[in-house]
């Protein structure tokens, strides 16, 4: 359908194409209190495959965003009875940013400044009602075809290529938050820097593919094992840390010696067969210093596990 509207060029049939193939997943939010228009726009975005949600005013559009954060996208008009467009998207955006949730506002109102102060107050972009059908389709497809490049952006920058894990810059950037986080609140944390025994040893033997094979499953079990509460990032070669906030050194102590011995017996498959490998792996909490002085004590206590024979967790 979308497709017989008129002449198109070839690059945006892919991007269409591409686009509707993911659309069934995304879920995008109709906040008007015109029943009319509502249906109106759910018709155009079901065209395009979306999973269309509609609220009548803007403080129900509000409780729906906070107990369904996956929706995408957000089309907004801006007169609507309580909240309307300006409000909603004020408080929208003190929880979601522009990369999280795009927002493309409405308004049949001829105000001339309304598209405007609609981008000024957050939304992403604006559509001034009655539009044609063809306008309202590119304006989404662009608006979430930038949102996909920022996300990839934003991954390219922040996650480790061969694992998937976060990556070093990732890492300091959020030690740089948190510390001050850290310091008014009086959390603690503690740091676990970890490096693969002899790994030099698995390149050598099996070749560097094999081990490229062991670092992305041993940051997968690392991720499995802490990642759904902790940050767990490469923090470069064969070496990886585990930021954990809330908890005391005896604490990461235990899990970490946990984690080492649950590495120990379960041998790792790689296309030259299972391979055995052993962790070492430093710990050190957070008291007044620097991030430096706390990776430092981290290394320290790292290179004590492995001058203390390997496959071990030190404070
Ligand atoms: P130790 O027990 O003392 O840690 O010995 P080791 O052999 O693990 O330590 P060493 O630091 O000598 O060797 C680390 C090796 O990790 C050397 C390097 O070639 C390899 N390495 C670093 N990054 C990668 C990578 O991305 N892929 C693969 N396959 N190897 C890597
Ligand atoms: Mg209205
Ligand atoms: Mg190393
Ligand atoms: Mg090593």
């Known amino acids: 359908y979308i497709l017989k509207e008129n002449r198109f060029s070839y690059e945006y049939v892919v ?42 005013d803007g403080l129900s559009a509000l409780e729906i965003l906070k107990s ?11 007169n ?27 308004s049949s109102d001829d105000d001339e400044s309304l598209s405007a102060r609609f981008i000024k107050n957050g939304a992403n972009d604006f559509l001034q009602k009655p539009f044609v059908h063809e306008e309202f389709h590119c304006r989404v497809l662009n608006t979430l075809d930038s949102l996909d490049m920022i996300r990839k952006l934003w991954e390219q920058a922040n996650l480790d290529y061969l694992t998937g894990v976060y990556n070093r810059r990732y890492f300091f950037n959020l030690f740089e938050e948190q510390l001050q986080q850290i310091e008014q609140k009086k959390t603690s944390l503690t740091l676990a820097l970890l490096d693969i025994d002899f790994f030099k040893k698995v390149n050598d033997t099996y070749g560097h593919d094999v081990g490229d094979e062991v670092l992305v499953e041993f940051a997968a079990r690392l991720k499995h094992f802490f990642g759904q509460h902790f940050t767990v990032a490469r923090f470069g070669g064969e070496e990886f840390t585990v930021a954990f906030r809330g908890l005391n050194e005896d604490k990461v102590f235990s899990l970490m010696d946990k984690f080492r011995a649950q590495l120990e017996i379960e041998s790792i498959q790689t296309s030259q067969g299972p391979l055995n490998v052993t962790v070492s792996t430093g710990i050190a909490g957070l008291s007044d210093e620097s991030l430096d002085d706390l ?13 203390l024979g390997r496959n071990l967790v030190c404070i």
Do not use: W
């Not at 193939?21 to 079901?46: G, I, P």
């Open 15 to 56: 991007r269409l194409v591409t686009r509707l193939k993911r659309n069934e997943k995304v879920k995008v939010l109709v906040a008007d209190d015109s029943m009319v228009s509502r249906k109106f726009v759910r018709s155009l975005l079901e065209q395009q495959l979306f999973q269309v949600i509609e609220a009548d």
């Open 68 to 78: 369904q954060p996956d929706i995408t996208l957000l089309i907004t008009d801006y």
């Open 80 to 106: 609507m009875p309580g909240l309307d467009g300006f409000g909603l998207i004020l408080k929208v955006r003190e929880s979601f940013t522009r990369e999280e949730l795009a927002i493309i506002g409405l």
């Open 295 to 307: 990776l430092q004590r981290a290394d320290k206590a790292l290179y004590d596990a492995k001058e």
